[in-house]
């Protein structure tokens, strides 16, 4: 089973607001950032659910369903990319938008807030190499280790 959703992240850079679709395979966990866009519509989803299958490929006969929500982005076409490869598209019901919590678990995994998430969408958006935030999703919600205390460095002649 397939989970998909967008989430957002504010550029404090350019003051615009970029959306990152993403498809999460719920049995790995393994996330598939698709692309990262200002302008989420109907046939730049559907696109990308023919750049998803691709990536796929023969991995795709494994999957039947992809629950998704009901947001205008995701078409008839979008339904039909996917119908083609045997995967059924599954809505959450109206004014739900906690049943779709695989794709949700994602979200409140997403890099951090701020420069870094910046940075991360910044260097995807313009070369579509989605690496950086899918490696940043795939990490653990634990906290990192603090640094190791090292010895002050010591002054020559001292």
């Given at each position: ?19 990152c679709f993403f498809v999460i395979e719920v ?14 519509d109907g046939p730049w989803t559907t696109q ?111």
């Open positions: 089973m397939l989970a998909t959703d967008f989430f957002h992240v504010d550029c404090a850079v350019t003051l615009q607001r970029l959306y049995g790995s966990r393994y996330v598939h950032i698709l692309a990262v866009t200002a302008n989420p990308q659910a023919r750049n998803l299958l691709m990536d796929l490929s023969d991995h795709a006969a494994d999957f039947r369903y992809l629950v998704r929500d009901r947001a205008g982005q995701f078409t008839g076409a979008f339904d039909a990319v996917l119908a083609d490869a045997g995967i059924n598209a599954v809505k959450i019901p109206p004014r739900s938008p906690r049943a779709n919590a695989y794709a949700g678990a994602v979200r409140a995994h997403r890099p951090d807030r701020g420069h870094r998430a910046d940075a991360h969408l910044r260097r995807t958006a313009p070369a579509g190499d989605p690496r950086p935030i899918r490696d940043a999703l795939q990490r653990t919600a634990t906290p990192s280790q603090p640094p190791a205390p090292t010895a002050p460095a010591r002054l020559p002649g001292r």
